[in-house]
């Protein structure tokens, strides 16, 4: 039986080449078996005020895939301490929505940006902790930046953020270990 899953991102054109491989790490450990991921890319929300409205999402994406069986809207946190609640508050609305089709909606945010999620998997940039990857709001234009130069990524597409997330992810064990309020949180959430 097919598993089908839907990353909804505030922006795919970047954000694809992060969580693709993240979301499907997390499935295989959340135990779901042969999950099919897609990142969406129709609609492109192009930031995060729009990805996060409920009749927007309602509208443009949960009826519009009526084949998914899970919905995973991953956004940014950007250093806004409310925007969890926010998110929960979708999730909570869209999986009740849900349920007539035995779907689900799961909303998280990435503590502060999805790029962290490719700092956790490398040895971080000279002069950067954890911790201050971890609560910049602004990582993806500083610790991010400085690893895309140390990694000369900066010539590829999207600043090689497919191939740095490739390389990442076979860190799984410290990417996970680094995000566990994100990470951590979606794989214990995602169970069967």
């Not at 729009?50 to 899970?70: F, G, Q, T």
Request: overall charge positive; proline content about 5%; glycine content about 8%.
């Amino acid at each position: 039986m097919s598993f089908n899953v839907l990353v909804i991102p505030e922006d795919f054109t970047k954000d694809e080449h992060v969580l693709k491989p993240v979301v499907e790490r997390i499935l295989s450990d959340a135990g779901r078996a042969n999950p099919t991921v897609v990142v969406c890319r129709d609609p492109n929300f192009g930031g995060i005020g729009e990805a996060m409205k409920k009749e927007r999402l309602k509208k443009n994406v949960v009826d519009r895939y009526p084949m998914v069986d899970l919905f995973i809207l991953l956004v940014d946190r950007d250093g806004e301490a409310g925007r969890e609640l926010k998110a929960a508050s979708l999730e909570v609305g869209l999986t009740t929505d849900l349920r007539a089709r035995n779907g689900r909606f799961v909303a998280e945010v990435a503590r502060q940006e999805v790029e962290v999620f490719v700092l956790a998997g490398h040895d971080l940039p000279g002069g950067w902790t954890w911790q201050q990857v971890r609560s910049d709001p602004d990582v993806k234009n500083r610790a991010f930046r400085d690893l895309v130069r140390e990694k000369g990524t900066d010539r590829l597409p999207h600043d090689g953020r497919k191939r740095l997330m490739k390389e990442g992810v076979r860190n799984w064990a410290r990417i996970k270990s680094r995000c566990p309020e994100d990470i951590g949180s979606l794989i214990e959430r995602l169970r069967p």
